[in-house]
């Protein structure tokens, strides 16, 4: 059925933006209609950045006719302004923001259908994102390395981030919560504080380009791809490494760098689920790994038949779902189920795909066309993440140019949870080879029978298809978890001579081999056994190479099946397997059976030889691959009709052969006389021809696939003897490492004789060379010793004779010296001389006056001294005067003095007191100063005679006064 509009509606609307600045998306009704959700499929819009072209009667034109290629389109995050009535599964409350070459800006609102030029930054934009926190706001990388942050409403610069990056970013992941964002370049990435916009964090590759960096669902990690293919997981607060994962241990394809294979548009080939489960990646390759970030482990190595030979450019996550979108370097973009590695649906019409970018809830795809990059087509796929409600593909309202809207739904087999899925496809829809393979049985239009059909028609599966195939014809069922079980016990013991043996020029091969032997081996003893297995092995792994987990399941599959009672007779060849043959080439053609009897070949030499190598040593690689396309459709005892029919159609070249030699050259050859395609039509018609009774499909089993969930036990060998070979060769080994051990202590022991031998012969030779220069050295240093006594002769005579020269002259200095410093020492000690006697002079005067100095001290403290001595004698005086003036007036009549005596006597004594009072004032007796001081006499006084004997008495009493003498003034 179709989706969408049929062809009699109107194709989708088409936008021109070149020669305007803002304007309505869609007409009112149209517009109405989208928003609305009706449209659950197909195209929505058609924008292209060129100008309108207007039609008249007479003639067409183009306002601006000039096409700009769009270099990148996203979406923002979901609006929170949208009305109510737009909240609902169909609503388009997101934006759209688009960059073109020459550097203009556009965003697309289409909950308000309205688009507007918001910047003309004149450079053109490699990536872009919208802020997580603030989503009105798109930061936008430009090719001349910096980044520009511009409001989508205000149309204003919020931001513009020097060029930090030394090439131009590539690709730009915001933060789900917090002020961040990374732009990547193939040099480095950036992590910007989109706040503060400033630099936060610098992440290089140690030898590598940086690929991409995002951030985890949560934001708490951040998961960097690098160009060598290390995948690590960072704490995007602390840095500390979570998880480092290396795609060399999976066997992938080889990274292309960027620069090589990417042509920008700000594609990522790495993207983490919502729910923060899931991982993949799909860089510079067409396999894709899924990781579970939650265990850290492999989940799935998906190999995209569709993209072979070619490399996954981009992928997405659709929504909040497991649905991955792929897009390949050829444009094709198709959609896998990553949690349960099942295809889901592809986009496929004339028009491919250079970029895309899905909406936040997964539902509207934007598409950049890889022939016309002017051009951005929305698609609606709605019912990629409804597959209950879908049942068929079909195409949006095609147009003359181009109809690429065709959406192809598949739906898992209830039967088969592999990867096998079913499609239901319209009776008229031409069907690819790759639609067909994917269809399961209930589909009712892809068997073992219809690929046998035309496996008959065309002779073999194309190569682009056949690994696809094979996995289809046997079921496989990808049990990851026994198979990475097996790998982890690494190299078999039995697998590691295999290199000196089997000598491979590709190192890849090499390792694949010895990663599907060491399992082998691991899985069932008998496979260390067999040293014809790795000609069994490694057609299979040659074809597998890219995806050898299959290889392996390939190859268990068959030897389960294909080599049934083979190894029951071991180490015997199988005989029933042979006599089975044998019967087969009796009853077909029995003369040429009893020409091998006659001539002494068994069946172990013409059916054997080739059986055990699968046909590997006489046929070409493209033959083997043909001949196995048949065989794994016809089931496993086609084998044995080919065997016979590969006789048969050599009758002539065999009935001419007598020789065994000759018998086991044409066995283990090619044999180019007869195709091989002529060979396997011989063997269908020797097939029909065949009764049950002698047919092989009686005496085996049929076709059984290996079962899921883990690997069945294989024990169709003789247990004993492969038990006892086991034990055996393990005591082999252990005597081959004891003998390993003894032959190099041996050889060590040997070594180090030989070491000694080559060391004495090197010595003697040594030792007759050294006794030889010694000799030499002897006479040498003799003759030098000679020269050496004559040369210090001279230089004792010349040494003497400048040492006698230097001892006059030192004589002559020395002479010359004391003289001067004779001279130089009278003049020094005459003015010492006058120096000393200058302060002995000065020394002395000092003394002198510091003596007079104090004896003149002394003399005025004496006579300080006597003086306040004198003042008590004087008042004694007074006193004793007074007295005596009293006795004399008491006593006055009768000593017989008058009164008038008596008066006359104390007017004199007050004279006498008022004198010596101004004698004491002037003289300053009182003060302590040094005058000259004569003590007045009373009896020079005017007294009368008793006054004189009173005093001399007083006198001869003890008078005070002393006399004074001075000495040396």
Request: proline share 4%; charged share 25%.
């Amino acid at each position: 059925m179709r989706l969408g509009s049929t062809k009699d509606e109107n194709p989708p609307r088409r936008l021109f933006i070149g020669d305007v600045k803002s304007g309505a998306i869609w007409k009112t009704f149209e517009w109405r209609k989208a928003v609305g959700g009706h449209v659950k499929s197909g195209s929505l819009l058609r924008i292209q950045n060129a100008g309108q072209a207007h039609h008249t009667a007479s003639r067409s034109t183009r306002t601006n006719h000039r096409t700009v290629p769009f270099t990148c389109v996203g979406f923002s995050k979901e609006m929170t302004d949208s009305s109510p009535s737009q909240q609902h599964q169909g609503s388009l409350t997101f934006v759209m923001g688009a960059v073109d070459q020459r550097g203009y800006v556009w965003v697309f609102e289409f909950s308000k259908n309205k688009f507007w030029l918001i910047a003309r930054t004149g450079v053109s934009g490699t990536c872009m994102a919208f802020n997580s926190v603030r989503r009105r706001e798109l930061i936008i990388g430009l090719s001349d390395n910096s980044l520009h942050c511009y409001n989508i409403d205000t149309c204003q610069l919020i931001a513009k981030l020097p060029a930090y990056h030394n090439c131009a970013p590539h690709q730009m992941a915001v933060h789900p919560t917090r002020p961040l964002a990374i732009s990547t370049s193939r040099t480095e990435g950036i992590l910007w504080d989109t706040e503060l916009w400033e630099r936060k964090r610098l992440l290089v590759g140690a030898q590598s380009g940086v690929r991409q960096a995002v951030f985890s669902a949560d934001g708490s990690t951040i998961i960097s791809a690098f160009a060598d293919g290390s995948i690590l997981l960072w704490n995007v607060d602390t840095f500390n490494l979570n998880w480092k994962i290396s795609l060399e241990r999976f066997g992938g394809a080889p990274l292309i760098p960027y620069e090589e294979h990417d042509t920008g548009f700000g594609r990522s080939s790495m993207a983490a689920s919502r729910n923060g489960e899931i991982l993949v990646e799909a860089g510079g390759s067409s396999t894709v790994f899924v990781w579970n970030l939650a265990e850290k482990r492999l989940m799935h190595e998906i190999l995209v038949p569709t993209f072979e030979g070619k490399r996954i450019v981009q992928v997405d996550f659709l929504g909040d779902s497991n649905i991955v979108a792929l897009l390949s370097d050829g444009g094709d973009l198709l959609f896998i189920d990553a949690a349960e590695a099942r295809f889901v649906g592809k986009l496929e019409g004339k028009r491919k795909f250079i970029s895309f970018a899905a909406s936040p809830n997964g539902r509207l795809l934007a598409t950049v066309f890889l022939d016309s990059t002017s051009t951005i087509g929305l698609v609606r796929v709605d019912k990629l993440l409804e597959p209950q409600k879908c049942e068929g593909v079909g195409d949006m309202a095609e147009q003359e140019e181009a109809s690429f809207e065709m959406l192809e739904e598949t739906k898992q087999s209830e039967a088969d949870e592999g990867l096998r899925t079913t499609v239901a496809v319209a009776p008229d829809q031409a069907k690819t080879l790759y639609e067909l393979v994917d269809m399961g049985p209930e589909a009712k239009t892809l068997s073992r029978s219809k690929l046998k059909t035309f496996l008959s028609y065309y002779g073999s599966y194309p190569d682009k298809y056949r690994t696809l195939i094979w996995r289809f014809l046997l079921h496989l069922p990808e049990n990851r978890n026994s198979y990475e079980s097996l790998l982890e016990q690494g190299t078999h013991p039995s697998v590691k001579d295999f290199r000196k043996h089997f000598p491979l020029k590709s190192g890849r091969s090499l390792k694949s081999m010895e990663r599907v032997l060491s399992a082998l081996a691991y899985w069932s003893p008998i496979f260390e056994s067999l040293d014809y297995l790795p000609s069994l092995v490694f057609p299979f792994v040659k074809i597998f190479l890219r995806d050898m987990f299959a290889g392996f399941e390939v190859v268990m599959t068959v030897l389960v099946n294909w080599c049934q009672k083979w190894w029951e007779y071991y180490p015997n060849p199988p005989i029933e397997c042979l006599n089975v043959i044998e019967d087969l080439l009796a009853f077909h053609d029995g003369a040429l059976l009893e020409h091998f009897v006659h001539c002494g070949v068994k069946s172990q030499i013409y059916a054997w030889t080739m059986m055990q190598s699968f046909f590997a040593q006489i046929l070409s690689g493209s033959e083997w691959s043909m001949l196995w396309d048949h065989f794994l459709t016809n089931g496993p005892d086609f084998l044995y009709y080919f065997v016979v029919a590969f006789l048969k159609s050599h009758r002539t070249a065999l009935m001419g052969i007598k020789n065994a030699k000759d018998f086991d050259f044409f066995f283990t050859r090619p044999n180019p006389t007869i195709s091989a395609l002529h060979i396997i039509r011989s063997t269908y018609a020797l097939q029909r021809r065949t009764p049950d009774s002698v047919s092989p499909s009686s005496f085996l089993e049929p076709f059984l696939p290996i079962p899921k969930g883990e690997y069945p036990v294989f024990n169709a060998y003789p247990e004993f003897i492969i038990d006892y070979q086991c034990r055996m060769k393990e005591k082999i080994r252990e005597d081959e490492a004891e003998l390993g051990r003894r032959r190099k202590m041996a050889d060590e022991i040997t070594q180090l004789t030989e070491e000694l031998r080559r060391d004495k012969r090197a010595w003697e030779s040594a030792d007759w060379k050294m006794n030889e220069m010694v000799e030499r050295w002897w006479e040498q240093m003799m003759g030098d010793e000679a020269n050496h006594r004559e040369r210090q002769a001279r230089l004792d005579a010349m040494d003497k004779e400048q040492r006698a020269k230097a001892m006059h002259n030192i004589a002559e200095a020395r002479r010359s010296f004391i003289t001067n410093h004779l001279d130089t020492t009278q003049r020094h000690l005459a003015n010492l001389a006058k120096a000393i006697g200058n302060n002995r002079t000065a020394l002395d005067s000092a003394v002198e006056n510091g003596i007079n100095s104090a004896r003149f001290t002394d003399v005025e403290d004496e006579w300080v001294k006597r003086g306040q001595e004198m003042m008590r004698v004087r008042e004694v005086v007074k006193d004793v005067d007074r007295m005596r003036l009293e006795r004399l007036v008491k006593n006055a009549r009768e000593v017989g003095i008058r009164e008038t005596d008596i008066d006359d006597i104390l007017l004199r004594r007050k004279r006498l007191n008022e004198y010596h009072s101004v004698s004491d004032g002037g003289n300053g007796l009182a003060k302590g100063k040094s005058r000259a001081w004569t003590p007045v006499s009373p009896l020079s006084s005017p007294v009368k005679e008793s006054e004189r004997e009173a005093s001399t008495r007083i006198s001869r009493e003890g008078s005070p006064i002393k006399s004074v003498t001075f000495e040396g003034v």
